[in-house]
T-cell receptor
Framework: DAGVIQSPRHEVTEMGQEVTLRCKPI?????LFWYRQTMMRGLELLIY????????DSGMPEDRFSAKMPNASFSTLKIQPSEPRDSAVYFC????????????FGPGTRLTVL | AQSVTQLDSHVSVSEGTPVLLRCNYS??????LFWYVQHPNKGLQLLLK??????LVKGINGFEAEFKKSETSFHLTKPSAHMSDAAEYFC?????????????FGTGTLLAVQP
């Protein structure tokens, strides 16, 4: 298995632009998580899905952030409009709900908003 | 409510000496506990996990952790540090209940290994 796949690996954009981050979970996993990591705030859970349904989005910073999971093999995290304070590494993780909840992390997307 | 506390934000050891990274947890029932490692500019990788089987858990790269219910601890140890162990380590507890299956991450311990 290729593991969790994220794209792009690096994104540099200007303030006000729309940014879309993509994630492909491990085949057969039914839970998907989006995290953000910064030096100041550490690792934060933004939102997670079970069986493609958003369960908890209380970590989403504000309305500029949105996430979708149209099917079991794909999810997006969108920021519109982006701001410099959104600069961070965004991780996607997947797990098999009903097991021991071990999460498998992707390599992350490093986002820089100028 | 479940939570984890990593008692040290930074730990520095010399190569070849033992490693001890401390973690205390809070849980209203028997938890699942994990240690994840993050090397610089990399994603998080599972080191080991405790899921109510043996209390002494062995992981990758010579690491192990012992679940001690009486002390509510899950400390990570390694007998002899290697330069490649320099990384950030996260203690994690699993949150169960209803539709919830989140992981609660500690704030991390940055391990430095001196030559």
């Amino acid at each position: 298995d290729a593991g969790v796949i994220q794209s792009p690996r690096h994104e540099v954009t200007e303030m006000g632009q729309e940014v879309t981050l993509r994630c492909k979970p491990i085949s057969g996993h039914n839970s998907l998580f989006w995290y953000r990591q910064t030096m100041m705030r550490g690792l934060e859970l933004l939102i997670y899905f079970n069986n493609n349904v958003p369960i908890d989005d209380s970590g989403m910073p504000e309305d500029r952030f949105s996430a979708k999971m149209p099917n079991a093999s794909f999810s997006t995290l969108k920021i519109q409009p982006s701001e410099p304070r959104d600069s961070a590494v965004y991780f996607c993780a997947s797990s098999l709900r009903g097991g021991d909840n071990e999460q498998f992390f992707g390599p992350g997307t490093r986002l820089t908003v100028l | 409510a479940q939570s984890v506390t990593q008692l040290d934000s930074h730990v520095s050891v010399s190569e070849g000496t033992p490693v001890l990274l401390r973690c205390n947890y809070s849980s209203s029932y028997s938890p699942s506990l994990f240690w994840y490692v993050q090397h610089p500019n990399k994603g998080l990788q599972l080191l080991l996990k405790y899921t109510s089987a043996a209390t002494l858990v062995k992981g990758i790269n010579g690491f192990e952790a012992e679940f001690k219910k009486s002390e509510t601890s899950f400390h990570l140890t390694k007998p002899s540090a290697h330069m490649s162990d320099a990384a950030e380590y996260f203690c994690v507890v699993s949150l169960y209940g209803g539709a919830t299956n989140k992981l609660i991450f500690g704030t991390g311990t940055l391990l430095a290994v001196q030559p």
